[in-house]
């Protein structure tokens, strides 16, 4: 058995390290890069493909090419997470790093920490729906910072322009933004013809109400700045600048959001995922292209494990705590686990008894309650996916229930009263018992050091 070493690199040639199967370097520093030719005589090189192991670090997407070549011939393919090769690394030398170093102590992996290895089971960038999911967050991202910039804009035009129109944008006030910015031009308009502005773009929402409103809005803020030091037209430029992108952006999501339900109906034909109650289509696509096939990991701990959302632990001698989750993993799998979560709760009568019961007998906050129930919401999925049948929903005594059958369950027996959620909450990470006990203990013997 032999284990390559990969030292990748995204402009310069990648540097690979083989050693047998006690860690003795067989050949050192040979580059290579994503070119066909040069690949297959690397692969020829390391001998056997049945018998070779490849690790490397998931860098960019210069790992994919690398990572689909010795898959197709046979190899295993492993990948290693960056900060446990950097651990590593520092341990060989502090003062010293080359690309051979690099090589050789990723060729070395499986010795040194075996637990570590994870097998690449999927070429990541190159599936369309984890491309798909990722996309859509940095929209989602792009879109919220636009809003914000035009709320902050809207700050230098008094209080009044953000209490008529709102913190959300809705069509009537980006038409407003876009056309008339300027309060000059609202004043110009009149409140006949403002009215009939916002009626026509609100469809009948808004009335003469909210023209008068806005009318009022543009008169302060020209009162505010009556003294000069702003230019209102180039404020207007700004903020129609903004709401321009602002749609931009919303027809890119919904364009973006169609094509994720057809990658998710084509990776997931029966719709397991989606069965789950508080998933629909995008939600489904962001868990599927983010978790993968869940039948790559060895149980639903792993699957949980890979979450980042189970609690990290901290052990020395007697004592052993839970600080917080170790958010290893994907972020984004957590978010979309966190927001179907929330939802589930109300539609999954077993997943209201748990919230009820962590909020009223724990006195847990409501977000660390929904990260629970996230992790049972990840686990009955990924047994439902490895099964290969669709989610069911049930009562708490496990029988079958519809839609209606379940919110009124959830209504009668888990609604949480409002004296509780007025109450403050058990801090995530206060110490148990017996954490308080050997801390008073220790307090005694030794005095206490404050940061």
């Known amino acids: 058995m032999t284990t390559m070493g990969i030292d990748l690199a995204v402009r310069s040639a990648h540097v690979a390290t083989l050693t047998d199967d006690r860690g003795q370097v067989v050949w050192t520093r040979r580059r290579f890069h994503n070119l066909h030719d040069e690949l297959v005589a690397v692969s020829d090189a390391a001998g056997p493909p049945e018998e070779l192991t490849v690790v490397m670090e998931p860098t960019r997407n210069a790992w994919v090419i690398v990572a689909a070549h010795f898959r197709a011939i046979g190899a295993k393919v492993v990948l290693v997470a960056p900060e446990q090769s950097s651990d590593l690394r520092r341990y060989f030398t502090k003062h010293t790093k080359n690309d051979r170093l690099d090589s050789l102590m990723l060729a070395r992996m499986p010795l040194l920490h075996p637990e570590g290895l994870s097998p690449a089971s999927d070429l990541g960038p190159a599936d369309a729906l984890k491309r798909a999911v990722r996309r859509r967050v940095k929209l989602v991202e792009s879109h919220l910072a636009c809003r914000q910039r035009l709320d902050a804009m ?233 099964n290969d049948q669709l989610y069911i929903v049930r009562d708490i005594d496990g029988q079958p229930v519809d839609r209606e059958q379940a919110k009124a369950i959830i209504a009668e027996r888990y609604s949480i009263p409002a004296e509780v959620r007025r109450r403050k909450p058990v801090a995530m990470s206060e110490p148990t018992k017996q954490e308080s006990t050997n801390r008073s203990a220790l307090a005694r013997s030794t005095p206490t050091i404050r940061a």
């Open 154 to 386: 809207l700050d230098l035009l008094g209080p009044r322009y953000a209490e008529v129109l709102g913190v959300r944008a809705t069509k009537t006030a980006l038409h407003v933004l876009e056309h008339y910015g300027n309060p000059y031009s609202i004043r110009r308009l009149g409140l006949r013809r403002l009215t009939d502005v916002v009626k026509r773009t609100s469809g009948g929402h808004w009335n003469e109400d909210h023209a008068e409103r806005l009318l009022a809005a543009a008169n302060e803020a020209i009162t505010l700045w009556a003294g000069g030091g702003i230019d209102f037209d180039e404020l207007a430029w700004d903020l129609a600048s903004e709401v321009r992108v602002l749609r931009q952006l919303d027809d890119e999501i919904t364009r973006l959001d169609t094509r994720i339900v057809g990658l998710y109906d084509r990776a997931d034909p029966k719709g397991i995922i989606r069965s789950a109650p508080g998933i629909g289509d995008v939600l489904a696509g962001g868990i599927l292209g983010r978790l993968g096939d869940a039948n790559r990991f060895a149980n639903l701990a792993a699957i949980r494990s890979f979450s980042g959302m189970v609690p990290g632990v901290n052990q020395s001698g007697l004592s052993e705590t839970n600080p917080s989750i170790t958010k290893q993993g994907d972020p984004g799998l957590r978010r979309d686990l966190w927001f179907a979560a929330d939802l589930a709760r109300h539609q999954d009568p077993q997943l209201a008894a748990k919230y009820h019961r962590l909020v009223v007998e724990r006195r847990l906050h409501h977000f660390s309650a929904v990260c629970h129930i996230a992790t049972t919401l990840l686990t009955r999925i990924g047994a439902c996916w490895r």
